[in-house]
T-cell receptor, first 113, second 111 residues
């Protein structure tokens, strides 16, 4: 049982490049989330999904896109990378009981130069 | 903007002491409250959650909730150096299925 798996763990991008952060979970959780964490800060919600085919914006969605074609996968797309997107990105999932007990992936550290 | 406030610390306590971590929140409709621990360079992991006013104990950890004062705290008894981490308070938005996190309190437990 792998839990929540994120790839890549580290990535350096040039300004204007695009990339996709991958997230997959094997717990059959309906709810999935993408957070970013800047140094010394808490977690800010980028996008979330309550099930396959359903996504919604969080607090800081600008510059990002998501899709949820299956229960397992929730990729985060960065278009036209900017230095402000330098951060650590965490994917998380939870059961659909509303309890919001999140299981986090190991994180992806992104640097935009 | 719904907010969750925490003192960033660091909070320094000697080994064996009680560490008290505090959190206030702005949304009176919040129903559920969570404490996550995050070691440096790692992802957050759930320590405790609490829904009702009062205390909830789990081993060396006690979560306390006072909805009237919009205040939630985490007590760590017999603190150990391995407890040194950042503790994130999270509050479930009253209307939606998502959490709002505080910025975290860094705890340092010295041997």
């Amino acid at each position: 049982n792998a839990g929540v798996t994120q790839t890549p763990k580290f990535r350096i991008l040039k300004i204007g490049q695009s990339m996709t952060l991958q997230c997959t979970q094997d717990m059959n959780h309906n709810y999935m989330y993408w957070y970013r964490q800047d140094p010394g800060m808490g977690l800010k919600l980028i996008y979330y999904s309550v099930g396959a085919g359903i996504t919604d914006k969080g607090e800081v969605p600008n510059g990002y896109n998501v899709s949820r074609s299956t229960t397992e996968d929730f990729p985060l797309r960065l278009e036209l990378a900017a230095p402000s997107q330098t951060s650590v990105y965490f994917c998380a999932s939870s059961r659909d009981t509303g309890a919001n007990v999140l299981t986090f992936g190991a994180g992806s550290r992104l640097t935009v130069l | 903007q719904k907010e969750v406030e925490q003192n960033s610390g660091p909070l320094s306590v000697p080994e064996g002491a009680i560490a008290s971590l505090n959190c206030t929140y702005s949304d009176r409709g919040s129903q559920s409250f969570f404490w996550y621990r995050q070691y440096s360079g790692k992802s957050p992991e759930l320590i405790m959650f609490i829904y009702s006013n009062g205390d909830k104990e789990d081993g060396r950890f006690t979560a306390q909730l006072n909805k009237a004062s919009q205040y939630v705290s985490l007590l760590i008894r017999d603190s150990q150096p391995s407890d040194s981490a950042t503790y994130l308070c999270a509050v479930k938005d009253g209307g939606f299925q998502k959490l709002v996190f505080g910025t975290g309190t860094r705890l340092l437990v010295s041997p």
